[in-house]
């Protein structure tokens, strides 16, 4: 059977520091080595939520405050038609400033309530100046994934590696699982231990780096969750040669003194 799939790539010019962009680079070369079609569609400011709905998979990336608030107003508009989609369970990977988004509000350095999409359970806070970034490598152990174990998972890639810089710092509702568990760095909020957010096919993170380069793995889980989604079936991937990135996970991971 041929697959095909369209990547709807949110705010592509505003929202794409810390080389997010690599993440639909990542997916689509990982597609097209399979075989499958992929169209990637640029989804700028203005875009009409019919394009939006035409998407089997969301990717939007972080961006600075300036960005964010231009995006924010338009974003707004499209909320009940990107809620829909995220209840049906289209996947999506959203990543610090998308993922902040998400959330009900987010709480300024001023004290500020700005407000956010309320699709996610949870809410994001900016202690402000005196509090210091969360900026460094991090390191997470996945969590289960929509039913998929970590005895499911090949040996090695339970764990993400990635880079994190973030001022706010995101607390999970009852109603939203966090991503992973930190080993190594700050993640949500520096407290608790948790990094990102999972609802049902929808995650967020503050994993840059790109993360998903860097963790092939979980980009052949979005591949995956949105070829299953989109025709209703069990979708078996074949592999691929990851010698190289395994390479690079087991440097970084040395690094920070974990094991794989």
């Given at each position: ?134 900026i460094g490598n991090i390191a997470v152990n996945l969590v289960d994934l929509v039913g998929r174990t970590h005895e499911t998972y090949e040996v090695g890639t339970k764990t993400l590696v990635g880079f994190e810089n973030h001022g706010g710092r995101t607390y999970l509702g009852k109603n939203v699982r966090p991503f992973g568990k930190v ?78």
């Amino acid at each position: 059977m041929n697959y095909t799939l369209i990547m709807g790539w949110l705010y592509p010019e505003l929202m794409s520091t810390y080389g997010d962009r690599g993440n639909i680079i990542c997916l689509k070369r990982r597609c097209e080595w399979r075989g499958i079609e992929v169209e990637v569609k640029k989804l700028d400011l203005g875009f009409k939520i019919n394009d939006l709905r035409k998407c089997d998979l969301l990717f939007m990336g972080g961006a600075q405050d300036k960005q964010q608030q231009i995006v924010s107003e338009d974003l707004m508009k499209k909320r009940e038609a990107l809620k829909r989609m995220i209840d049906s369970g289209i996947p999506g990977l959203y990543i610090c400033g998308a993922y902040q988004f998400l959330g009900k509000h987010y709480k300024g350095t001023n004290g500020t309530i700005i407000p956010c999409l309320n699709i996610l359970d949870l809410h994001t806070e900016n202690p402000g100046e005196n509090h210091k970034r969360l900026i460094g490598n991090i390191a997470v152990n996945l969590v289960d994934l929509v039913g998929r174990t970590h005895e499911t998972y090949e040996v090695g890639t339970k764990t993400l590696v990635g880079f994190e810089n973030h001022g706010g710092r995101t607390y999970l509702g009852k109603n939203v699982r966090p991503f992973g568990k930190v080993l190594v760095g700050f993640g949500n909020n520096g407290q608790d231990k948790t990094e990102g957010a999972i609802y049902k096919n929808s995650f967020g993170s503050y994993l840059h780096g790109p993360i998903l380069p860097k963790n092939p793995h979980l980009a052949d889980l979005l591949i995956k969750f949105t070829l299953e989604k989109k025709y209703a079936s069990p979708i078996n991937l074949s592999s691929l040669d990851d010698s190289l990135e395994i390479k690079a996970r087991k440097s970084i991971a040395k690094r920070l003194s974990i094991d794989l």
